[in-house]
């Protein structure tokens, strides 16, 4: 079934006027209205549901993605040593399973000006182990490196992903 939102009297979940205006012709009544969103909203889970099916030897799981910038100023400020120690000091202790690092180069707007930034990156991928506190520990090797390196932002991606080893 196909119902135009002036059927059912909404656009974009904002109320309008002229949706109290009498129509001439049949109009859908508050039970198809609402049975029409719950099958879009059950279409649309389902949709995401069956968008991460799992072959093989492969599980359900996440990926965590986070992007550290290396700049302090207008120069690389993050050595690779200090790097290195960023690592086994924050992120290998809350994530000893495993990681990979790869070197990037992230470009972002700087707010003051909307001039484009490109700087040297480390990029780390994480396969989260699934605990309750995976977030928090995401957030909290953020923080440590916002602080350690004054950093203004880390990006953190969480992905789900079909995952084997």
Excluded at 39 to 61: I, S
Excluded at 152 to 158: D, L
Aim: with cysteine; proline share 5%.
């Amino acid at each position: 079934m196909r119902l135009s939102t002036r059927s059912c009297g909404a656009v974009a979940g904002r109320f309008r006027p002229e949706s109290l205006k009498r129509r001439s012709g049949p109009r859908p009544n508050a039970f198809v209205c609402s049975l029409s969103l719950i099958l879009l909203a059950a279409a649309a889970t389902n949709a995401t549901a069956q968008a991460l099916v799992c072959h093989g030897t492969q599980r359900p799981g996440q990926i965590a993605e986070l992007l550290f910038g290396r700049d302090i100023g207008n120069h690389v400020g993050v050595s690779e040593t200090a790097w290195m120690h960023f690592v086994a000091r924050e992120i290998t202790p809350r994530f000893p399973d495993g990681l990979t690092i790869s070197n990037a180069i992230g470009q972002w707007r700087a707010p003051a000006g909307g001039r484009i930034v490109r700087e040297p990156s480390k990029r780390v991928e994480i396969v989260l182990p699934g605990h309750a506190d995976d977030e928090a520990r995401l957030d909290t090797i953020a923080a440590a490196y916002k602080r350690r390196f004054h950093q203004h932002s880390v990006g953190i991606i969480v992905q789900s992903v079909c995952v084997s080893f």
